[in-house]
């Protein structure tokens, strides 16, 4: 299976993100509804802090492709749901990215994605909700 990432001449630069992933495999992965709480469902850091959740929501992401013997790397398309948001955040939410990119292999520029600004989640407390799709073999 192979993953590639780019973004052809005459799409908007510069972006956190690459604009086209083209993929071969069979075996799809998707990992949903990925937050900023641990194992036992307890916000991580600062409840307020959207970097603090984008990157507990990325490390869960990892978790869950890893499960279905995937990575970063044979991701498509990622999803990131934002409460509450302005443009003016980008900087902070950026913040958590760069924070556990290395960690989990996360590649920068990131696969093709969307930050949608949405209303609420499921939970109050809870500012950041990631989805992943992935290809494998």
Do not use: C
């Not at 001449?9 to 509804?33: E, I």
């Not at 641990?38 to 890893?66: I, S």
């Not at 520029?109 to 609420?120: K, M, T």
Request: glycine share 10%.
């Amino acid at each position: 299976m192979s993953v590639q990432l780019f973004s052809p001449a005459g799409m908007a630069q510069p972006v956190p993100y690459h604009h086209v992933s083209v993929a071969t495999g069979t075996r799809h992965v998707h990992v949903a509804g990925q937050v900023g709480r641990d194992a036992d469902g307890k916000p991580v850091g600062d409840a307020d802090d959207l970097a603090d959740q984008v990157a507990q929501a990325l490390r869960n992401t990892a978790r869950g492709l890893a499960g279905a013997g995937a990575g970063f790397a044979d991701v498509v398309r990622l999803r990131f749901y934002v409460t509450r948001w302005t443009p003016e955040q980008m900087d902070e939410f950026m913040a958590g990215v760069a924070r556990v990119a290395d960690e989990v292999g996360l590649p920068q520029p990131l696969p093709p994605s969307s930050l949608i600004g949405v209303e609420v989640l499921y939970a109050p407390d809870v500012r950041v909700e990631i989805e992943a799709d992935a290809l494998l073999d």
